[in-house]
């Protein structure tokens, strides 16, 4: 054993002084954004005996390629080596393998999990390419990379990672965000269906390497068109359906023990995997085995030899959304709790039940399921998969300690289940967090284990839970790393913590209503309802929360209480608040609270929150649920919202919704002088962040787009204008807020000015002093409309929403709809011909969807919070 081990380390110290003789001189690195032919060119040429894959976009660290060609000869038996991946943020990119050793080997044949698809940052042995002909593929636009890096790892499997060795890529890599320019081209949909498909076959079949690789590349495109981020890349929709079909093709070529393994690399939920396997076959419902054990239960694809299951029931959490105490329709106090299962079995295969014990012995409540509140997945807008959403109710006995505890019942066998709690800030405990507690009601209320615990308290025994928490919260605090985002928000929540408690006297019987518009812009709903309610004598405080801006300014000197999110001040008032008007999801985020700092201050919080969106909701409606925010009311403006909210997605109940209006309308006071309106709405992907001052930044690439392009033919038409000037109208170019610092693209002369929202002029006058208004999808088209005057909407085919609308432009909406630049320019000469006048049958349309037309939005909604907030 000793001889053993004398002559691995000889050669070791052998292939060290190999290693050494090596340099960057034997690396030939080539940057992969060029063409294939001209890569192939160069491997073709090459002379080095390992070639390296680089990107001018990204970071690599001192002598990074030198470090993997030192590591890669000393291993002697890989034939590659990467470092670790981040993203463009500086996130860590999730993998296989182990990410704790500082040097990995990796074996794709025996785990095919561990195949590596990003060629950036890789040293291949160039002998390897030569041997097996390896290619750049020259008819793919996209996935070329992937494609080649497969076929390298099907010939030379094993690869060494070193994760001390990083690299930061230029790309975006979460492509499920808008700023992702790929997923907005058809050509990265198909080029890696069945297309790709094909080439990574061999004799007709495909490696497992190959399989687990498609499978990941088809989980990246369904995931950027999960829910609300569908990029709407498909002109028609057979075009959708013969890529869905194509991803079916994919999957009946994916074997279930790839589509089922665990791997990080995938970031994929067993329940979604259950939608890619019935593409399989869409028009015969999936059929599951469960076999079942004494630990555990196991969900299987019926016939499948896969030894992997889909999922396990100890996978299966009770994650709390909604946790109330409150008196159920007998009068009876008590836990009301609303709570999500993430799950693939079918739902009728098992039972959820809370079980309640204290001195007296135990009952048992069992969950009720709620089909209005589950949660619908949907790709490309198709729905695939449901989160359920169950309801129970505990009774609380006063004077009695007692506890809580979840468990599924699966036939013959009962599995207790731990309780977890979202952070969300009304189910006031955090999971995973010692010491966190609720007082209410007399009551001290947390979760240990994920077993909800209950005990009758004094002020006394809360204040010294209050102390305890704190002291955890403290070691929390040193534990971490200096300079971290999260240790910074703890230590801002600690202090606002203590100070809410400190200052609880002063605060306890002060009525605080918070009011907040966009993070640097007031001018929309909560400004005019704010204008309305700081004029009435109630003894209420009204605070407006907005960062330092111009429009804060504003409203300090005409006499308005104004707070900066983010201070003592601010946050103390936001945690004492009675109604918090909530413009944006979630609520707290304006005011302050930050996402990270939520958790540790959601015991002290009981607002009610009203929904005073910016506009009609015209996107699906699903965004719009009430179970994440848990709203008491919402504010409507139109019949057509109300059948919306109270739809089973929404869920409000009837009682809910105030039928004030929208407060901004009460300033929209008709100030036509000839001018036509172009006001579309923005685009995700001309987007590219705010900066420092809060301003969005300017896009270099902006003028290339086709949205400049259209838009420029529509300003630009000879017949526009020449119609213009002769009628005596001016032409406004007025682009979304978002991307106002596109405004100097638009060039102006005497007739068509191009504007910046943020600094030339706010919505509300230019909308009064237009005569008509052109846009797309941007509910400014309500405002328009509301002052009774034409709308015009332009949906060129080449510029689809990046959201699915459930506005039905067609049957209710306020003018014409145009496809064309030239049809647009026609309808407008049109309308400037005849003065603008509102068509009689425009005019019905918009008489039948808005509630009222008098102006006094703000008053109603003032009076309806009053109704919900005063005490009797």
């Not at 699915?804 to 630049?821: K, M, Q, V």
């Amino acid at each position: 054993m000793r001889l053993r081990g004398i002559r691995r380390r000889v050669r070791k110290i052998c292939r060290s002084v190999r290693a050494a003789r090596y340099s960057e001189k034997d690396i030939r690195l080539i940057d992969i954004t060029q063409k294939a032919a001209e890569i192939n060119k160069i491997l073709a040429e090459t002379e080095t005996p390992f070639v390296g894959f680089t990107d001018p976009q990204a970071d690599f660290g001192e002598d990074y390629f030198l470090k993997l060609l030192r590591e890669l000869v000393m291993d002697g038996e890989a034939d590659s080596a990467i470092g670790s991946l981040c993203d463009h943020k500086g996130n860590p990119v999730p993998c296989s393998g182990d990410l704790k050793k500082e040097c990995v080997r990796l074996d794709a044949e025996t785990r095919f999990t561990f195949v590596n698809l990003h060629l950036c940052g890789v040293v291949c042995r160039t002998e390897v390419i030569r041997k097996a002909g390896l290619r750049f593929d020259e008819e793919l636009n996209y996935c070329r990379d992937e494609l080649f890096a497969v076929q390298f790892a099907e010939q030379a499997p094993v690869s060494v990672r070193l994760n001390h060795c990083i690299y930061k890529t230029g790309l975006v890599l979460d492509e499920s965000s808008d700023m992702t320019p790929q997923s907005q081209n058809i050509d990265w949909y198909f080029d890696s269906a069945v297309k790709l498909m094909n080439k990574m076959k061999r004799d007709g079949r495909l490696s497992e390497i190959a399989q687990f690789s498609l499978l990941f590349l088809l989980i990246q495109r369904f995931r950027s068109n999960q829910g609300q981020k569908i990029k709407m890349v498909f002109d028609t929709p057979e075009r959708c359906v013969e890529y869905l079909e194509q991803a079916g093709e994919i999957m009946r070529n994916i074997s279930d023990e790839v589509l089922c393994i665990r791997t990080r690399a995938t970031k994929w939920e067993r329940y979604k995997k259950i939608y890619l396997a019935q593409l399989r076959n869409p028009h015969e419902p999936l059929r599951f085995d469960i076999r079942k054990d004494r630990e555990d239960a196991r969900l299987y694809l019926r016939d499948s030899d896969a030894k992997s299951a889909l999922c396990g029931l100890s996978d299966i959490r009770l994650s709390v959304v909604i946790f109330h105490y409150e008196a159920d329709s007998a009068g009876r106090p008590g836990l009301d709790i609303i709570f999500q299962v993430m799950h693939c079995y079918p739902s009728n295969s098992f039972e959820i039940s809370f079980v309640c014990e204290d001195d007296k012995g135990e009952k048992k409540y069992r969950a009720e399921i709620l089909t209005e509140l589950a949660g619908t997945v949907t790709f490309f807008d198709r729905d695939a998969a449901r989160r359920d959403a169950y309801h129970v109710f505990i009774p609380v006995t006063g004077g009695r300690r007692m506890s809580v505890r979840g468990e599924m019942q699966f036939g013959e066998y009962i599995y207790p289940k731990r309780i977890s709690f979202s952070d969300v800030w009304q189910n006031k405990l955090s999971s995973n967090l010692e010491g966190s507690y609720w007082y209410t009601d007399s009551m001290l209320i947390d979760c240990t284990g994920g077993i909800i615990r209950i005990r009758p308290a004094s002020e006394e025994a809360r204040q010294t839970a209050e102390k305890k928490y704190l002291e955890t919260l403290e070691k929390r605090l040193d534990s971490m790393k200096e300079g971290t985002r999260e240790r910074k928000q703890l230590q801002k929540a600690l202090r606002w913590r203590k100070l809410y408690w400190e200052t609880f006297e002063e605060y306890k019987d002060r009525r605080i209503w918070t009011y907040n518009d966009k993070a640097f812009k007031a001018g929309d709903n909560a400004e005019y309802a704010l204008r309305y309610a700081a004029g009435q004598s109630d003894g209420i405080e009204k605070l407006f929360y907005i960062e330092k801006s111009v429009d804060g300014e504003r409203l300090r000197k005409q006499g308005y209480t104004v707070m900066r999110p983010g201070t003592d001040e601010a946050a103390l008032a936001a945690l004492h608040a009675e109604v918090i008007y909530m413009t944006h999801v979630p609520p707290y985020r304006k005011l302050g609270i930050a996402d990270g700092m939520l958790r540790y201050l959601k015991d002290l919080m009981n607002p009610k929150i009203i929904r005073l969106y910016h506009g009609f909701p015209i996107t699906r409606s699903a965004s719009y649920a009430q179970m994440a925010n848990d709203a008491a009311a919402v504010a409507v403006g139109s019949a057509y919202e109300k059948i919306l909210y109270t739809n089973e997605e929404n869920c409000f109940l009837p009682e809910q919704i105030i039928e004030s209006g929208m407060p901004r309308y009460d300033d929209l006071i008709d100030d036509s002088r000839k001018q036509i309106l172009f006001a579309p709405t923005w685009r995700p992907s001309l987007c590219i962040g705010i900066g420092k001052d809060g301003k969005p930044r300017y896009n270099s690439d902006y003028r290339s787009s086709a949205y400049f392009r259209l838009y420029e033919q529509v300003l630009r038409d000879e017949r526009l204008l020449d119609t213009a000037k002769k009628n005596g109208y001016k032409i406004k170019f007025f682009l979304h807020p978002k991307m106002s610092a596109q405004a100097g693209d638009h060039e102006s002369d005497e007739t068509v000015q191009s504007l910046s929202c943020t600094v030339d002029i706010d919505y509300v006058t230019i909308m009064r002093q237009s005569d008509l208004m052109v846009t797309d999808y941007s509910s400014v088209q309500y405002d328009f409309a509301y002052m009774r005057k034409p709308v015009v909407y332009y949906h060129d085919p080449a510029l689809p929403y990046w959201r699915i609308t459930n506005f039905d432009y067609e049957g209710i909406g306020f003018g014409e709809i145009c496809r064309s630049a030239e049809q647009l320019v026609a309808v407008l000469c049109d309308y400037m011909e005849h003065g603008c006048v509102l068509k009689p049958a425009y005019e019905k349309r918009i008489e039948d969807f808005f509630l009222h037309d008098d102006h006094q939005a703000a008053k109603r909604l003032y009076e309806a919070t009053r109704a919900l907030t005063d005490k009797v």
